[in-house]
């Protein structure tokens, strides 16, 4: 039996027994498709108000609805049981939530190391990193190895307007602090006309002096925003078009696990991604689930239906009545998301991106 670190100790809590990797089924949708990528929103709160993610004056679900630590802890190591080989904590913003360095610090017990043969590949984490120079150090020690920080611009008025008041500078200050603590950082841009999107060299050049890959990301309908985000929207085959007339690009076969198409810029040997959700679906391969923070298990980013984990995650089965419930809701998964184009100017998806975890 597992005991539970004291940090996270629940009275009550149900004991999870953890099973050698070779008894672990297959976690497998109708489709065929494995499922081993598992993101989980921690808070669906976030001391940023992003004007493509969150309006004005978002409202969050109230705080006793959010699983605790200790739940988190066990959802998670559920799907590690279950065949889940990378695991990113999100939000909202995930640094805001109290104590999760100490969930960090859990759920490394389930990494590979040396001989060891752990159920995990890598924990990794999104963040839009105004709270990394805090943080960074004591993630790293944690067992974080590799984190995505959200960075739309390089001005720092353009930064304050799109995210209604954050500090550039804490952010850069931030990965600076990261990447001297060990950790791989890597770059997430939402490209958007009119904001940022003649000024996606100028990230590239930023995160390539660095050793930092860049992924560039389309707007997606997901979430009710105050913003035109239909006359925002950029297909990223415009923006790899614009890049090639300074740059010279070679198309990649890697994967990182996530929807990224990469290519190679051959002028500064760095690595950027297209993910393209709106002008080229990627649903084929998928291979992730998210967890809202309030544990319902988000099959689709694209789809509008969740099937709530709370009940088996609190049933007096324990922990395999969790791992039943979670093999047949994956087996729901749907082949494909709905976007489309004519969507942007209303939300598909009513659920927004701070509640499913990006």
Not at 49 to 72: A, N
Not at 109 to 127: F, K, N, P, Y
Not at 207 to 212: I, L, T, V
Not at 311 to 318: I, K, N, P, T, V
Request: proline letters at 4%; charged letters at 25%.
């Amino acid at each position: 039996m597992l005991s539970w670190p004291p940090l996270l100790a629940a009275k009550d809590a149900p004991m999870l027994v953890e099973r050698p990797a070779a008894a672990r089924p297959a976690l497998l949708d109708t489709f065929g498709r494995r499922v081993d990528y598992l993101r989980v929103s921690v808070t669906d709160r976030c001391n940023y108000r992003c004007t493509y993610c969150l309006g004005e004056h978002p409202v969050f679900v109230p705080k006793r609805e959010v699983l605790s630590l200790d739940e988190l802890d066990r959802l998670c190591s559920a799907f590690v049981r279950c065949g889940v080989r990378r695991l990113r904590l999100t939000g909202g913003e995930p640094l805001t939530r109290r104590n999760i360095v100490a969930l960090v610090r859990s759920l490394s017990r389930h990494l590979s190391s040396g001989a060891t043969a752990g159920g995990l590949d890598e924990i990794t984490m999104t963040t839009n990193g105004s709270l990394l120079a805090r943080f960074a150090g004591e993630l790293a020690e944690a067992g974080l190895r590799r984190i995505n920080v959200s960075l739309d611009t390089l001005d720092a008025e353009t930064f304050a307007r799109v995210t209604r008041g954050g500090d550039l500078a804490s952010v850069l200050g931030g990965i600076e602090v990261a990447r001297v603590a060990g950790l791989t950082v890597k770059l997430n841009t939402v490209v958007q006309a009119g904001v940022n999107d003649r000024a996606i060299a100028d990230l590239v050049g930023y995160a390539h002096r660095r050793g930092m890959d860049l992924s560039l990301i389309e707007t997606m309908p997901v979430g009710a925003v105050a913003g035109d985000r239909a006359g925002g929207f950029v297909p990223l085959d415009h923006v790899r078009a614009a890049l090639e007339q300074r740059f010279t690009l070679v198309d990649l076969p890697e994967r990182s696990g996530g929807p990224a198409r990469y290519v190679r810029v051959v002028e500064t040997g760095g690595r950027i991604g297209f993910i393209t959700p709106m002008s080229h679906g990627f649903c084929a391969d998928c291979n992730r689930v998210r967890v809202t923070c309030t544990g319902k298990l988000v099959l689709c980013l694209g789809r509008s239906g969740a099937v709530d984990l709370r009940a088996a995650l609190r049933s007096s089965e324990g922990d395999d009545a969790l791992v039943t419930a979670i093999h047949d809701a994956v087996a729901r998964k749907p082949q494909s998301h709905s976007f489309a184009l004519d969507q942007l100017g209303r939300p598909a998806i009513a659920r927004g991106m701070n509640a499913t975890g990006g």
